[in-house]
């Protein structure tokens, strides 16, 4: 209750009880406030409910607005092993890879090793629901399959109350490439370009730049395609994004589908100055998109980091603490999307991103300067963060050429990354804050 965005909101309700599945994951009781409150619609928002069909349908039936795709769409993409058959009946390419039909564990187990053996190593065994690097094994030997599918599936089955998984050949060195997509209520689906998201750590991204460095004009159009033929094949509506792998030749293939606004969008509404919320909003109130395909530019270039609370140095674990100094970078071309602010707790009940860092300039040698400048102007003191671990990425060699893959960290900091000892400026700087908060909670 006394969180950033209660505070900045013009009226607010407490969900009452304690935890994830009695709050922010009771869908019964979010529409009941609704219905309460004389709410006409409901946004879901990044995770928790965006991507559950039965919370949506449970929305329409209340009689109020689901600002997202229809629920059928969800579960579509949502379920990765009919997502794939969809695509393939599409025409959209695929990752090589099976889908696994069996209900009998055993069975199971052994027609994912049977399957290894044709696919061939290194492979991923992948849950078919979910998403957030959840339920996902990397295999480089036959004789891990069977551990690896047992231990995708327990995970799979905790996080996401389904436990079926399917294989696909690891591309390697491959870069995660996913394209924006805007549809309405009239069949018109344009796309707005692509975002690289390839920097991750654990399947999940650290860093984000739109335009990609290696997407030419014809690969955009041709991924632009792919990805509004994906959106058409499943009656899709609103803001969604089709995510691909590209290989070192320039080949693509489908990987999934967020149905739901990303975390990253910014950088998106950066370089095409469209406001993705908006057209979201709009979509959902039937309104037909008001520009086409060709009204779509790419003008400059757009990085996002992901500020965590976590220690890259000790294998990017979460970090706990109080923010007893936050100070974010501020000035033209800088964009900082939050949840916190000074004197706020981070606890382990929740996703430890405490924002997101975006810069626009003019060219991606323009972004990267910008980029560097505002990390080392983002002063947060109270609990570890990535924030230099940030700065060495963004300044690496590679990177600054454009050469990043899903490998990036792995090949670069494969035996950790180290921290170096802080100035005699911050020691003092964090000596004074601490001071000053135990001075205020006397």
């Not at 102007?377 to 940030?390: A, C, K, Q, R």
Request: contains cysteine.
């Amino acid at each position: 209750k006394d969180s950033l965005f209660v505070e900045m909101a013009d009226e607010s309700i407490l969900l009452e009880g304690t935890g994830l599945a009695q709050t922010y994951l009771n869908g019964e009781q979010i529409i009941s406030i609704a219905l309460k409150n004389g709410v006409h619609a409901i946004h879901p928002g990044f995770g928790f409910l965006s991507e559950r069909s039965d919370f949506a349908n449970a929305v329409n039936s209340a009689g109020l607005v689901w600002v997202g795709p229809p629920a059928q769409a969800i579960d579509s993409m949502g379920d990765k092993m009919t997502a794939r058959r969809l695509m393939r009946q599409a025409g959209v390419p695929v990752i090589p890879g099976e889908e696994i039909n069996e209900s009998d564990p055993e069975k199971e187990l052994a027609a994912i090793h049977e399957a290894s053996q044709r696919i061939g190593l290194p492979l991923m065994i992948k849950a078919s629901a979910g998403g957030g690097g959840k339920g996902m094994r990397m295999v480089s030997e036959f004789s891990g399959v069977r551990g690896a599918a047992q231990a995708a599936r327990r995970e799979a089955e905790a996080a996401f109350g389904d436990g079926r998984v399917y294989i696909e050949k690891m591309l390697t060195s491959s870069r995660h490439i996913e394209i924006q997509i805007l549809a309405d209520s009239f069949s018109n689906v344009i796309h707005l370009g692509e975002r690289e998201c390839s920097v991750q750590r654990r399947h999940q991204k650290v860093l984000e730049e739109a335009p990609s460095p290696v997407v030419s004009e014809g690969l955009r159009a041709q991924m632009g395609a792919a990805a509004v033929n994906a959106a058409k094949a499943v009656f899709y509506e609103g803001a969604g994004t089709v995510e691909f792998l590209v290989t070192t030749h320039g080949t693509f293939h489908f990987l999934e589908m967020n149905t739901r606004i990303q975390v990253e969008h910014p950088i998106t509404e950066c370089v095409t100055g469209v406001d993705l919320v908006v057209e979201q909003f709009r979509i959902a109130a039937g309104l037909p998109l008001n520009r086409e395909q060709t009204d779509i530019s790419i003008n400059g270039h757009s990085i996002e980091v992901r500020i965590y609370a976590e220690s890259p140095a000790s294998g990017f674990l979460p970090a706990t603490g109080t923010l007893a100094r936050w100070q974010a970078p501020e000035g033209p071309g800088v964009r900082v999307d939050t949840g916190v602010r000074q004197g706020d707790e981070v606890t382990p009940s929740y996703d430890p991103m405490l924002a997101k860092l975006i810069v626009h300039a003019s060219d991606r040698n323009a972004a990267i300067r910008r980029m560097r400048r505002a990390l080392s102007e983002f002063v947060i003191l109270g609990t570890v963060t990535n924030v230099d671990f940030l700065q060495d990425l963004i300044q690496h060699p590679s990177f600054k050429a454009g050469r990043t893959s899903t490998d990036f960290i792995a090949e670069h900091w494969g035996n950790g990354w180290t921290e170096q000892a802080p100035s005699i400026d911050i020691v003092l700087a964090v000596a004074v804050a601490e001071a000053s908060g135990m001075q205020r909670n006397k």
